[in-house]
């Protein structure tokens, strides 16, 4: 979708235990995302880049790859060489039958 420039990978890439950074909104957040993960809305990363790992990969994940893709090219052109989009985002994760939790104790799923 973006080109060489923003490398992706697929959910059955992914290695357990991957450092996973989910930049979708609190309400898509809170309805279903992968285990472990870490939470980091889009427009709040300019302001909290430092807390995204420069060291071991991650994979920047959102819905369907668009912003996750756009957070990624942010990130690499300012220093960042360690990153990955997930190439369809959290629904090919779930079409993908990796696991999916939900913070409101409600069955997870990805909107």
Known sequence: ???????????????????????????????????GAHHLPMMEVPA????????????????AGGRSGQVVAYLMNNGWDNLRNLDGGMQAWAAAGRDVVSENGQPARVI
């Open 48 to 63: 909290r880049m430092a807390e995204v790992p420069t060291d071991g990969e991650v994979v920047v994940v959102c819905r």
């Open 1 to 35: 979708m973006f080109g060489p420039q923003v490398p992706s990978i697929t959910p059955d890439q992914v290695e357990p235990g991957a450092y996973l950074l989910d930049v979708r909104e609190p309400d898509e957040w809170t309805a279903g995302h992968a285990p």
